[in-house]
């Protein structure tokens, strides 16, 4: 269709936004000197281009009379090209509008998507002239739709269990699942896989990112694929990979189907640099859009990127129009799609100035205080690669943060390190020491011992090193210090007795992350001893080595099991999932509460036992008075022995003398009575008052 012009717009809503008599566009071009609308057919054949005639502090905008929703578009934006000075316009290159809600096409590698000749050599940056339109994403316009209603289902933090997973690493090999919905987000509506994540007992999905990404040029020329998906082009959408015709009604169907059964969805997101990479990357939207505006760059080398996410490039979170393009991308996802929360890789790009992090960033304070946002779950990554980007516990109050000091105290300690006691107890008391300075809670340490970067559980107890060859980068890559072990061999074994203090090893990591203060998180395939053959960051393996190996769920039914009962445990007892950090003895609102680490003979820890030790006592109770001011003691002691050998621990005498045995790691752990037990070595036990049993 061709349309007779274009009339001046509006700049209040960015993107395309459709009515009754036609469509406004609006776009963010501040050092732009024109901006094209070039219009498509369903063929990707161009039918129509219309300069936007309006320009307002760098907002242009045209509304366009009788175009109407299915329109395909793109943008061309004319002005200097100086690289040297940062500025990257090139008309020949089609841009995706960072705004859209619905795109249509992938992006493709030709050497049209980059904005110079190459190869560039220094200061010999000529312009490329190549066309790039048959190589990217075309816009979509969206009609206004009614807004779904979600029903959300209503979590406090403190009964969360997250779960992470990536949809195509998750779905790919599930025998339940038919080829269409391998891979796809459909494959989550699933009604097998949504009574197994109940059955499993998890309250929060995690879903990797899902935005429409690139796979990095580097990749394709080796055959691989990003599996991971931090890489994304665009904000708004969902990647083509993951959806069919509808992406977004997909998305929201997914997400309806995974409410109705009780789990909320959490989405993780990068908004700290595109896939557009570094200097010599494509260009495919924000770098040909305002490249100074949208991206961090050097002050004296305005050419140069700053690359504090470690992908070539980041985000400029101080400039009010990134932050607008975050703060209406974080609104679409939780009010029009349905996401109950969000996870921010690399978040402490999103408070970063020119001259570091900053707690009280403005862009980290509009997302904690949109109301359009209120509700939603915020945890942050707090760290990234460029200089004092390590920001463990130092985020905003409304945030939760991911806590790698968890991880690391918790394998060092069970991998039989000396000296971690006094670490170890302060991680699994939900991280005080980190959190309870800003008024935070316990909630607000997500407590991990793997997540999707670095070894899975069964190969962090196979493996003492990586085995990352598949990634073709010479096994340089991925995490060099696991703390893991290999209990005696390197990789997968016959041998029964390794096997056994394999699994041994797995339930006590487990049972220390579910018992623990804080917020759990697990990731998928943990609980029944997925691999990926010592490959530490599958990153690019988006095949059978990033895919879930789920034959393997059924070489032990058992250990699987005893993960759902570690899971029930933590919802049935209140006092491993305290809302509030306890201190010694603190009063509540049902009497008082206290906790207590004690040496395996029942006495308090010493000063010198913390520095010595391998075996500790939590306990924890909680008294309620009666009217005859006789109290009820509810208590529940955790027993942890990392040492070889076994021990005999004890219980205060004053504490009832009869205790239940809720939950233990080792068959060779036995009660000895009166309070005492004979505790394996490399094992942790879970007991109970006899008032509660």
């Not at 007795?497 to 018992?515: E, G, I, K, M, P």
């Given at each position: 269709?061709?349309?007779?012009?274009?009339?001046?717009?509006?700049?209040?809503?960015?993107?395309?936004?459709?009515?009754?008599?036609?469509?406004?566009?609006?776009?963010?071009?501040?050092?732009?000197?024109?901006?094209?609308?070039?219009?498509?057919?369903?063929?990707?054949?161009?039918?129509?281009?219309?300069?936007?005639?309006?320009?307002?502090?760098?907002?242009?905008?045209?509304?366009?009379?009788?175009?109407?929703?299915?329109?395909?578009?793109?943008?061309?934006?004319?002005?200097?090209?100086?690289?040297?000075?940062?500025?990257?316009?090139?008309?020949?290159?089609?841009?995706?509008?960072?705004?859209?809600?619905?795109?249509?096409?992938?992006?493709?590698?030709?050497?049209?998507?980059?904005?110079?000749?190459?190869?560039?050599?220094?200061?010999?940056?000529?312009?490329?002239?190549?066309?790039?339109?048959?190589?990217?994403?075309?816009?979509?316009?969206?009609?206004?739709?009614?807004?779904?209603?979600?029903?959300?289902?209503?979590?406090?933090?403190?009964?969360?269990?997250?779960?992470?997973?990536?949809?195509?690493?998750f779905t790919m090999r599930h025998p339940d699942l038919s080829?269409?919905?391998?891979?796809?987000?459909?494959?989550?509506?699933?009604?097998?896989?949504?009574?197994?994540?109940?059955?499993?007992?998890?309250?929060?999905?995690?879903?990797?990112?899902?935005?429409?990404?690139?796979?990095?040029?580097?990749?394709?020329?080796?055959?691989?694929?990003?599996?991971?998906?931090?890489?994304?082009?665009?904000?708004?959408?969902?990647?083509?990979?993951?959806?069919?015709?509808?992406?977004?009604?997909e998305f929201r169907d997914m997400v309806e189907s995974i409410?109705?059964?009780?789990?909320?969805?959490?989405?993780?997101?990068?908004?700290?640099?595109?896939?557009?990479?570094?200097?010599?990357?494509?260009?495919?939207?924000?770098?040909?859009?305002?490249?100074?505006?949208?991206?961090?760059?050097?002050?004296?080398?305005?050419?140069?990127?700053?690359?504090?996410?470690?992908?070539?490039?980041?985000?400029?979170?101080?400039?009010?129009?990134?932050?607008?393009?975050?703060?209406?991308?974080?609104?679409?996802?939780?009010?029009?799609?349905?996401?109950?929360?969000?996870?921010?890789?690399?978040?402490?790009?999103?408070?970063?100035?020119?001259?570091?992090?900053?707690?009280?960033?403005?862009?980290?304070?509009?997302?904690?205080?949109?109301?359009?946002?209120?509700?939603?779950?915020?945890?942050?990554?707090?760290?990234?690669?460029?200089?004092?980007?390590?920001?463990?516990?130092?985020?905003?109050?409304?945030?939760?943060?991911?806590?790698?000091?968890?991880?690391?105290?918790?394998?060092?300690?069970?991998?039989?390190?000396?000296?971690?006691?006094?670490?170890?107890?302060?991680?699994?008391?939900?991280?005080?020491?980190?959190?309870?300075?800003?008024?935070?809670?316990?909630?607000?340490?997500?407590?991990?011992?793997?997540?999707h970067d670095g070894f899975t559980l069964r190969d962090l107890?196979?493996?003492?090193?990586?085995?990352?060859?598949?990634?073709?980068?010479?096994?340089?890559?991925?995490?060099?210090?696991?703390?893991?072990?290999?209990?005696?061999?390197?990789?997968?074994?016959?041998?029964?007795?390794?096997?056994?203090?394999?699994?041994?090893?797995?339930?006590?990591?487990?049972?220390?992350?579910?018992?623990?203060?804080?917020?759990?998180?697990?990731?998928?395939?943990?609980?029944?001893?997925?691999?990926?053959?010592?490959?530490?960051?599958?990153?690019?393996?988006?095949?059978?080595?990033?895919?879930?190996?789920?034959?393997?769920?059924?070489?032990?039914?058992?250990?699987?099991?005893?993960?759902?009962?570690?899971?029930?445990?933590?919802?049935?007892?209140?006092?491993?999932?305290?809302?509030?950090?306890?201190?010694?003895?603190?009063?509540?609102?049902?009497?008082?509460?206290?906790?207590?680490?004690?040496?395996?003979?029942?006495?308090?820890?010493?000063?010198?036992?913390?520095?010595?030790?391998?075996?500790?006592?939590?306990?924890?109770?909680?008294?309620?008075?009666?009217?005859?001011?006789?109290?009820?003691?509810?208590?529940?002691?955790?027993?942890?022995?990392?040492?070889?050998?076994?021990?005999?621990?004890?219980?205060?005498?004053?504490?009832?003398?009869?205790?239940?045995?809720?939950?233990?790691?080792?068959?060779?752990?036995?009660?000895?009575?009166?309070?005492?037990?004979?505790?394996?070595?490399?094992?942790?036990?879970?007991?109970?008052?006899?008032?509660?049993?």
């Amino acid at each position: 269709m061709i349309f007779a012009g274009i009339l001046a717009g509006t700049s209040g809503s960015p993107g395309a936004t459709c009515d009754d008599q036609g469509v406004n566009f609006t776009l963010y071009a501040g050092s732009a000197e024109a901006v094209e609308l070039c219009l498509f057919d369903a063929d990707r054949h161009p039918t129509a281009h219309h300069f936007l005639p309006e320009q307002s502090d760098g907002i242009w905008s045209g509304y366009l009379p009788g175009c109407r929703a299915g329109q395909r578009y793109g943008y061309r934006v004319h002005g200097p090209w100086s690289p040297a000075e940062g500025l990257r316009f090139n008309p020949a290159k089609l841009l995706i509008d960072p705004w859209a809600r619905r795109l249509e096409g992938r992006c493709q590698w030709s050497p049209a998507v980059f904005d110079y000749e190459q190869p560039a050599g220094a200061g010999d940056w000529r312009r490329s002239e190549t066309d790039s339109a048959p190589f990217v994403p075309l816009g979509v316009v969206e009609a206004p739709a009614a807004r779904r209603v979600f029903r959300r289902p209503a979590i406090p933090w403190s009964d969360l269990v997250v779960y992470e997973a990536n949809v195509r690493g998750f779905t790919m090999r599930h025998p339940d699942l038919s080829e269409a919905e391998r891979g796809r987000l459909r494959g989550l509506s699933n009604g097998r896989i949504l009574e197994y994540l109940k059955t499993l007992g998890i309250t929060s999905l995690e879903l990797m990112p899902v935005f429409t990404m690139v796979d990095e040029e580097f990749l394709v020329a080796r055959g691989l694929r990003n599996l991971w998906g931090y890489n994304s082009v665009q904000f708004f959408t969902p990647d083509a990979r993951f959806t069919g015709d509808d992406g977004v009604a997909e998305f929201r169907d997914m997400v309806e189907s995974i409410h109705d059964a009780g789990i909320e969805v959490l989405l993780d997101v990068a908004y700290n640099h595109s896939g557009e990479s570094g200097l010599h990357g494509p260009t495919f939207s924000l770098r040909g859009i305002d490249n100074l505006a949208y991206y961090r760059t050097e002050p004296a080398a305005p050419g140069v990127y700053v690359n504090d996410s470690g992908c070539g490039n980041t985000l400029n979170a101080d400039n009010p129009r990134v932050q607008r393009l975050v703060l209406d991308s974080l609104k679409y996802w939780h009010r029009e799609m349905g996401v109950d929360g969000f996870r921010f890789d690399l978040a402490t790009v999103l408070g970063r100035t020119s001259s570091g992090y900053l707690k009280r960033h403005s862009l980290l304070n509009r997302i904690g205080g949109d109301p359009e946002l209120e509700g939603a779950r915020l945890i942050a990554e707090p760290w990234d690669p460029g200089p004092g980007g390590y920001q463990l516990g130092r985020f905003p109050v409304e945030w939760a943060e991911w806590t790698d000091r968890f991880r690391d105290s918790v394998r060092r300690f069970w991998r039989g390190d000396h000296d971690q006691s006094s670490e170890f107890a302060r991680r699994i008391h939900g991280s005080a020491d980190l959190f309870e300075p800003s008024g935070r809670n316990p909630t607000a340490s997500i407590n991990f011992v793997t997540s999707h970067d670095g070894f899975t559980l069964r190969d962090l107890v196979s493996y003492e090193h990586r085995r990352n060859e598949a990634n073709s980068e010479n096994n340089h890559d991925g995490h060099a210090h696991n703390y893991s072990s290999n209990h005696g061999v390197e990789g997968e074994t016959d041998d029964a007795a390794v096997n056994a203090l394999r699994r041994q090893q797995r339930l006590n990591l487990l049972a220390t992350l579910l018992f623990s203060h804080g917020t759990p998180m697990l990731p998928a395939g943990d609980e029944f001893g997925n691999g990926q053959g010592g490959n530490n960051n599958a990153y690019a393996q988006d095949n059978e080595i990033g895919w879930l190996d789920w034959q393997r769920a059924g070489d032990d039914v058992a250990f699987t099991a005893e993960v759902c009962k570690l899971v029930q445990l933590r919802k049935t007892l209140p006092l491993l999932r305290q809302a509030r950090y306890v201190h010694g003895r603190m009063p509540t609102d049902r009497g008082w509460c206290d906790i207590e680490w004690l040496r395996p003979d029942g006495q308090p820890m010493r000063e010198s036992d913390w520095k010595a030790g391998q075996r500790l006592t939590l306990r924890y109770a909680t008294y309620a008075e009666q009217k005859d001011d006789s109290p009820v003691v509810e208590a529940v002691a955790l027993l942890f022995n990392a040492a070889v050998d076994a021990a005999e621990f004890s219980l205060p005498k004053e504490l009832p003398p009869d205790w239940g045995m809720r939950f233990s790691s080792s068959p060779a752990t036995a009660p000895l009575g009166a309070g005492r037990w004979q505790v394996a070595g490399r094992s942790l036990l879970l007991v109970r008052s006899a008032a509660e049993e």
